[in-house]
Each structure stands twice: as structure tokens, then as C-alpha cells.
């Protein structure tokens, strides 16, 4: 099974979630092809309502912590409420292009 789907799996059995989205966007980062080491994580979830931010992204981490410990690298968090996502258009930020490099381009 892939990363990919193990980060879904977790996450819609601990999460009551309206929504989600998990893409690999490790082919947008300097890294061996077919990789999956970057991830980005689009959740609606009632779960989230009274939450800050930062309490919605620890959530997130505590289910997949043990990606977060091994091959995942990078983990770009969107995480809304029914209401804030509805308010968004269900539209997910565009993610920015890798600037990082290689060492040997140094």
C-alpha cells in the first residue's frame, strides 16, 4: 500500500471528516521520482469547530505520526470547519513551487 493511501486511511478512521484530500506533491520537490515524502493535506471537519490552527494541525500529526517519523518529509496542512470551508468556495490554496535545491546545484 502506499503512503498516500495510509495517510488517508488513518485519517478517515480517526476524523469525522466532510472532506479530504491528500496529494502527492513530492514531483514538486527536488527528490527521486516516484517518491512520497511531501504531502499535502486538504480536511473539513466538524472536529475542527472552537479549534485554532494549531490545535487542528496537532490533530493531524498525532494520526500520522508515524509517517512524520519515517518517510514523509514535508506535510502541508490545510484544515477548515464546514462553514470556513463553504466560505472558501471549497477551494484549497494553491501550493508554491519548491525553492529548494539540490546540494550538488550549490
Not at 478517515?12 to 471528516?17: K, M, R, T, Y
Not at 466560505?87 to 550549490?106: N, V
Request: glycine share 4%.
Amino acid at each position: 500500500m502506499s503512503i498516500q493511501s495510509d495517510i488517508e486511511e488513518k485519517l478517515l478512521a480517526q476524523l469525522s471528516v466532510e472532506h479530504l484530500e491528500v496529494v502527492n506533491e513530492s514531483h514538486m520537490h527536488n527528490v527521486p521520482a516516484n517518491s512520497e515524502t511531501h504531502f499535502k493535506v486538504t480536511a473539513i471537519s466538524n472536529d475542527f469547530n472552537g479549534k485554532r490552527s494549531v490545535a487542528r494541525h496537532q490533530m493531524i500529526y498525532k494520526v500520522v505520526a508515524e509517517e512524520l517519523a519515517g518517510p514523509v518529509h514535508a506535510l502541508a496542512l490545510h484544515t477548515y470547519t464546514p462553514d470556513e470551508w463553504q466560505q472558501r468556495e471549497a477551494l484549497a490554496p494553491e501550493s508554491p513551487d519548491c525553492l529548494g535545491g539540490s546540494k550538488a546545484d550549490r
